[in-house]
Nanobody
Framework: QVQLVESGGGLVQAGDSLRLSCAASGRTISSYAMGWFRQAPGKEREFVAGIYWSGSGTRYADSVKGRFTISRDNAKNTVYLQMNSLKPEDTAVYFC????????????????WGQGTQVTVSS
């Protein structure tokens, strides 16, 4: 079993930056691809970014390309999401998730999920 705990969310203004962290416990995540998803009120959960187990490959939703950066530190069992130039439409609960194998954009394929952290961007 893998337990995931997100942190780093908060209330910021448009144009600001935040860094989310996802700390894993129970098992090393070094063999898992990791993803960040988000869910805004009244909307479906959507893929934001993913990173392969080695950290050598990443994948982003078009809406965040050039603004968000996903990274991982397998020694710390932690995944990060650096979010720059935040926009009000980035407001959502952000979740991290772990999947054995490749990065996928479909959430139902992921094996483990965190509880989420709220990000609110004011205009």
């Amino acid at each position: 079993q893998v337990q995931l705990v997100e942190s780093g969310g908060g209330l910021v203004q448009a144009g600001d930056s935040l860094r989310l962290s996802c700390a894993a416990s129970g098992r090393t995540i070094s063999s898992y691809a990791m993803g960040w998803f988000r869910q805004a009120p009244g909307k479906e959960r959507e893929f934001v970014a993913g990173i392969y187990w080695s950290g050598s490959g990443t994948r982003y939703a078009d809406s965040v390309k050039g603004r968000f950066t996903i990274s991982r530190d397998n020694a710390k069992n932690t995944v990060y999401l650096q979010m720059n130039s935040l926009k009000p439409e980035d407001t959502a609960v952000y979740f991290c998730a772990a999947i054995q194998g490749t990065v996928l954009v479909v959430d139902y394929k992921y094996d483990y999920w965190g509880q989420g952290t709220q990000v609110t961007v004011s205009s």
